[in-house]
């Protein structure tokens, strides 16, 4: 089964400072990537997705992730932060992409 | 365009009570699936279904029954609820095998 790992159940940034949110998996086969947003009493939306024609993929909301299989990793990042940045963050993988797997989340807190 | 819609948003059930939850699509996407999210554990699939009358079991199926028998529709039932079942539970659905999943704004179920 495939596993993801988000390290840092809870971040705290400044407002304008960079955003850095980690997600490693585990798969021994190219898998399908995702980061979903979830704001609060509200279900997930799509941030973004590896596709395997980029390693650099943008996002909505000036959010971006890199691939790097090597380090099996996918994290998340986004160079200044806003406030309406604040919310859960979900890490997701599969294989076969009937089955997804998802991280245990981030929730990011923006400090004025 | 409704999306993905879910019935009812809250719900309390006493122990050894049985219920569904509906959830319904109007994309006409063929991948559907049940999550329930739990704090601190994110996101685990329950079943999911690549097409009418196709189903299967995900990370945590015990307790809960799913049928297809139509492209919209994909009802989760609870057979006999039990306090473990106390959760959010969502409902998403894509166009096919890695695609964005879009989810329903949740159920917010409670057994006593």
């Known amino acids: ?112 | 365009n409704a999306g993905v819609t879910q019935t009812p948003k809250f719900q309390v059930l006493k122990t050894g009570q049985s219920m569904t939850l509906q959830c319904a699509q109007d994309m006409n996407h063929e991948y559907m699936s049940w999550y329930r999210q739990d704090p601190g554990m994110g996101l685990r699939l329950i079943h999911y279904s690549v097409g009418a009358g196709i189903t299967d079991q995900g990370e945590v199926p015990n307790g809960y029954n799913v049928s297809r028998s139509t492209t919209e529709d994909f009802p989760l039932r609870l057979l006999s609820a039990a306090p473990s079942q106390t959760s959010v539970y969502f409902c998403a659905s894509a166009g096919g095998p890695g695609y964005e999943q879009y989810f329903g704004p949740g159920t917010r179920l409670t057994v006593t």
């Open chain 1, 1 to 112: 089964a495939q596993s993801v790992t988000q390290l840092g159940s809870h971040v705290s940034v400044s407002e304008g400072a960079l955003v850095l949110l980690r997600c490693n998996y585990s798969s021994s086969v190219p898998p399908y990537l995702f980061w979903y947003v979830q704001y609060p009493n509200q279900g997930l939306q799509l941030l973004l997705k590896y596709t395997s024609a980029a390693t650099l993929v943008k996002g909505i909301n000036g959010f971006e992730a890199e691939f790097k299989k090597s380090e099996t990793s996918f994290h998340l990042t986004k160079p200044s932060a806003h406030m309406s940045d604040a919310a859960e963050y979900f890490c997701a993988v599969s294989d076969t992409g009937n089955q997804f797997y998802f991280g245990t989340g981030t929730s990011l807190t923006v400090i004025p």
